[in-house]
């Protein structure tokens, strides 16, 4: 058919539904939500000319066979809304659909009718023309009660007593529900959103390389767990804990060749021993792995993997599948590259195989053997170099059979690349937080991050440092500059995490200058690290993170708010539940080396408290009280004093 | 085949296509431009990893069958762009299409490594292979081409030999158009660009009733043709001309019944002699008719009709076609109503109608008919009141038919409803403008007009009266306010109208007090206007209409641009030509009664010319010449003296 003759063939559909909101790239990918949220969808929602609409959501868990539909309503300027209760983990998917309600336009114009005491006998036959009409698509029971109307309607009672039934609710409430004919408009399509566990939104993650951890096995690192559990983590992240490569293997600080006794690069994985399903023996064995995991649920910690896929030279993939890698005319298998550098210690997997179906599947045995060992959080790393449609296959795949598992998207690329990971099902991300350390810069991206479509699928996870970053404010801007950092990550982002101990020691040195790798990098070699040092940010962490905990305006990035301060140094914002019921204020001095004054601004929209009452704020960190008046409020932060103030909005009483 | 099992099977599609520009609703309705215009398409378009990207621009016009394709370029930020010309009236199609260019990554990777001085011997081989794989995709003559730089790849040549073959321009051409096998991504959709003659965005309109001239004929009428083509206007818009029903007939003023000399609301379409293809007996013939539109256009004239879609109880049709109106039970029919307003003269057409089809047919032969007769240019009345799938089917058929045909939307109504008419297809549509008397209220209008995605398919023709609309600001501000409405109309508008007279002789009692109605309307009456009355706004008009017709700047609305004066009663804006040679700036004092000064604020990216240089302002109204140094220029404005400034910007020498 045409579009002209499909148009002619619709024309009864006379209702237009634009707009559903949330969407992204039109119904393309999900948006992302947490168990227990409310589903809020809107559409612009109109018709030609003034009669009534009846509008409706549909909305089922993807485990489910049948919709749920519930009335939408009007809000202004032809807006309409729904809200559900997302209740499952899960997909659900969701739709809209319309319809002209020729019996509520009647019914509304009866009213009118009546109020301008206008002749309504004729109307009465009218409206038992709309029910007759509408009785021939009813179920029996539905039938009989518009029998029993339209009976009424025609018969010979009063003009009040026909108006009661006329204006029925009930009756109203059936015919809305009621569509003539060939009148239906369904939005073109089904929309989506994923339902996670809270994790997703509100987690706090330590990475750390457990070969470091005493003999560097796994029963040694199960000593450090009542060490991370005190600093209040979610998550242990451990870099990956498979057989590590000899051939090319690489020497402390990424030298080209390691000393025989040096451990080499997680990253460089697979050996004679196993591959990714592999456990380095040096580490343990599966049941040791199981048992760290155990271990660590004790201490409500949860282990996440990281997930890497590429191999060693001496991966057992080589030799077994040497169709999933590019080999070169001179019959070698071609390593790494970014022209004119050289990996050879890495060969990437070719995705571009025409194997490459058994390869996705293998890819993803690999996910589903450690969700076997018990693992539900991984972290993926450089996702952005192998293809979109791999990973949205993987996710939606596993997800489907295993809807609590997360996966964090390590990826530092380009923006739109960042946010299409994101799109296609990643339920956390990296970001550029880590190079963000002006004000206005921190203002803009964590705006675009929370403020704009971007927050229906990115969950932002920002990390003040990583194994591979190191940025010059940490570098030169001593302890101060690592607090500083640290309740940034912690307070803009529900989600963070830090690599440690490095972080919480201000490990500091550069490999070189102008380098943002550490020197003596975990990733090459193991370190000892002084955990009981002083001045180690040990009790501050345990600090932020029981704040985070008490306060749940901290546990959701969506209603982040900055302020002003007047002083480009002093970062302000502010993150409240909805009902404003706990409301935090954060003020950062973002110079390590002075103090910096101001003066926040903060209104009754933002606090909750009208602006002729005084509010204390409360000092999280430091337990000091402000008792506030007005809108603006002084503030001095001194980076080696208290570089930050973390504050609770109370009321004086 | 699941969606999961879909992404397995796309496996080789890298390239992600998101983000193509412009697209309206996902590509459900078309954009708009004019024939000559540059169609500039863009587009998010990337990979995984690091490889080069092949991405592509079709399009064709619908009477074409095969695409034009032309290479896209990459801007920032994964962004890419293309520019085609619209070349013919009608719909164009255009859609994107990439992949991941292997041949060109490789060669982008050769030079780097020749620039690094590493042994490329392998390479050529590689580079071989890869040309190889793509020459069973080819035509002969390409893949002998292939052959050839095969061999040569394979040789014994020299490096530099062989390298001046792998870097050959031609064969990177070749082989970025050369995908390989199940590689190619295709943004999901063909979206349209609707081409309409010039006269869609630039044109000025004036509205009048035939049958106030002299004795009220077509051949009376056209005796004010010269009148109206001194104005400078291009269309000449005529209230229905169809014959007038007599049941229910309204008298002057809208009295509830005519007296029988009065002539009747043109309107209340139909009676015995004829409904919506005929002509009333009063002003002619359809031979007159005829020949008042070949007079016209000698004066550059074009007729536009106003199609309404209504009926007088005498209408033809209710005795032909009694089931395309709503009967009621007792046997009459529905006539239009409000409730509790009741207009009994009109019969309105049921779209609900089981035999909605042939409705649709007949009205569509409405328009056929007229352009039959000559007429290329319609406004329609209401269209708001009939289905919106009705207006979209009807223009796309009659435009298929004839491009050149244009339709103006007058639906004042609410906001995503006249969108909707806009995005189905209507040319040009009525806006809130007459409501829109205050600085700021037009700043933001306009720039949701002219600078957002609306102005993709939404273009604005602002008129400061109609016969329906007499503002307050009209009725108390004198020939003042008719002067700034004026001046505003024509110069924010590339497209606007008046009804005139009326408006040149700046008639301005309302009905009643607190009504927009004019009192002894035209609608229900005949008035005889005194056209040489010498405060008639006649002169200005032709001067600001020849303003229009020799500034570019002001024959389109995309550029323009609001500037700050300081005073709220001053409004300041330019429209300029995309090379800045033509730059019009309006200075507009909105205070009808008292003078108002401020200071215009210009910058060099507004005006085109350095800011160090003297510029000198030329008022296009009244000859005066100022130099102005710097960026900020001193306005006063009596509005009983001169109320605007219209100027265009020149340089000193």
Chains 1, 2 share one sequence.
């Not at 080999?327 to 070719?350: G, M």
Request: glycine share 6%; hydrophobic share 40%; with cysteine.
């Amino acid at each position: 058919m045409s579009e002209a003759d499909t148009l002619l063939a619709q024309g009864r559909r006379r209702v237009v539904i634009e707009g559903v909101k949330p969407q992204i790239d039109h119904g393309r990918f999900a948006v992302k939500r947490i168990v227990g949220d409310r589903m809020e969808i809107e559409a612009d929602i109109f018709a030609d000319g003034y009669d009534e609409i009846s509008a409706w959501l549909l909305y089922r868990h993807e485990n489910e066979r049948g919709w749920h539909e519930i009335p939408m309503q009007a809000l202004v300027n032809d807006r309409w809304r729904a809200v559900f209760d997302l209740e499952q983990l899960g997909r659900y998917r969701y739709t809209v659909q319309a319809w002209v309600d020729a019996f509520g336009s009647w019914r509304r114009d009866l009213k009118k009718r009546v109020a301008a005491a206008q002749d309504i006998a004729l109307q009465f036959l009218i409206g038992a023309n709309l029910l007759e009409d509408a009785s021939s698509n009813l179920k029996s029971a539905d039938a009989r009660r518009l029998k029993a109307s339209i009976k009424a309607l025609r018969g010979e009672g009063s003009d009040e007593a026909r108006l009661q039934v006329a204006l029925d609710g009930d009756l109203a409430a059936l015919m809305a529900r009621t569509p003539q004919k060939g009148r239906i408009t369904k939005f073109d399509r089904e929309l989506a959103v994923v339902v996670d566990r809270e994790r997703a939104r509100f987690s706090a993650w330590y990475e750390m390389f457990p070969r470091s951890c005493g003999k560097g096995t796994f029963s040694d690192a199960a000593k450090y767990l009542p060490y991370i559990a005190e600093m209040g983590f979610d998550i242990l992240y451990l870099p990956p804990v498979h057989p590590i490569g000899k051939t090319h293997r690489k020497g402390s600080n990424n030298r080209p060749t390691a000393a025989p006794d040096e451990p080499g690069s997680p990253w460089a994985i697979g050996a004679e021993d196993g591959g990714h399903k592999g456990v380095a023996s040096q580490l343990g064995t599966q049941a040791d792995f199981r048992a760290f995991v155990a271990r660590a649920k004790q201490y409500n910690l949860e282990i996440a993997l990281d997930i890497a896929f590429q191999c060693s030279p001496d991966h057992p993939y080589v030799k077994e599948h040497p169709q999933w890698f590019r080999w070169r005319p001179d019959n070698t298998v071609q390593y790494a590259e970014n022209p004119p550098k050289i990996y050879q210690d890495i060969y990437p997997l070719d995705f571009e195989t025409a194997d490459w179906q058994a390869l996705w599947q293998e890819l993803k045995s690999v996910f589903l053997f450690w969700i076997g060992q018990g693992v539900r959080v991984f972290r993926v790393d450089n996702p952005h170099t192998k293809p979109f449609r791999f990973w949205e296959w993987l996710i939606t795949e596993v997800k489907q059979q295993y809807p609590d598992v997360l996966f964090l998207a390590e990826a530092f690329t380009r923006p739109k690349i960042m946010y299409q990971l994101a799109k296609l099902g990643f339920s956390q991300s990296y970001t550029y937080f880590t190079w963000r350390n002006e004000r206005w810069d921190l203002i803009e991206y964590f705006t675009e991050l929370t403020q704009t479509e971007a927050r229906e699928f990115f969950r932002p996870n920002p990390w003040p440092n990583t194994p591979d970053i190191l940025h010059e404010y940490l570098q030169t801007g001593g302890r101060p500059a690592f607090i500083i950092r640290y309740i940034l990550a912690a307070t803009l982002g529900a989600n963070y995490g830090i690599y440690g101990p490095a972080f919480e020691l201000c490990e500091h040195v550069p490999r070189e200058s102008g380098s943002e790798e550490y020197l003596d990098s975990e990733k090459y070699q193991t370190r000892a690290w002084a955990l009981d040092r002083p001045d180690s940010l040990h009790p501050l962490i345990a600090r932020v993170n029981r704040i985070r905990r008490e306060n749940p305006a901290l546990q959701s990035d969506w209603r982040l708010k900055f302020h002003t301060t007047g002083n480009e140094q002093l970062i302000a914002y502010s993150k409240s539940t909805e009902t404003l019921d706990n409301v935090i204020v954060v003020v950062v001095n973002l110079d390590a080396h002075n103090t910096q004054a101001g003066w926040l601004h903060l209104t009754t929209k933002d606090v909750g408290i009208p602006a002729h009452e005084p509010l204390v704020a409360r000092d999280l960190l430091t337990g000091a009280r402000y008792t506030w008046h007005g809108a603006d409020h002084y503030v001095a932060l001194n980076p080696h004093g208290q570089p930050a103030h973390v504050l609770r909005i109370e009321t004086l009483a």
